[in-house]
């Protein structure tokens, strides 16, 4: 498998690796938070988490994954 000039596959790895692993754990906290926080603002935390937890999270993965790959691979 071809990789582009000036990467290698245990940097590429090591990129995804971390980032998953983050992407993991701040997703597991704002699952756990939200809804805690919208039961304190007295919103009915089953309306609010379900919609805003997977836009959340969707966003935060790809700010994760981006931004692992730019400080590993100097994208």
């Not at 071809?2 to 690796?17: C, T």
């Not at 997703?27 to 919103?43: C, H, V």
């Not at 309306?47 to 700010?63: F, M, Q, R, Y």
């Amino acid at each position: 498998m071809p990789v582009p000039a000036g990467f290698s596959l245990d940097k590429i790895g090591l990129a995804i690796a971390l980032a998953l692993s983050l992407q993991v754990v701040t997703a597991t906290l704002i699952g756990a938070l939200l809804p805690l926080g919208a039961a304190r603002m007295k919103w009915d935390p089953a309306v609010v988490a379900s919609p805003a937890l997977t836009t959340i999270v969707d966003i935060t993965g790809l700010l994760i994954y981006f931004t692992t790959a730019k400080i590993l691979l100097g994208i």
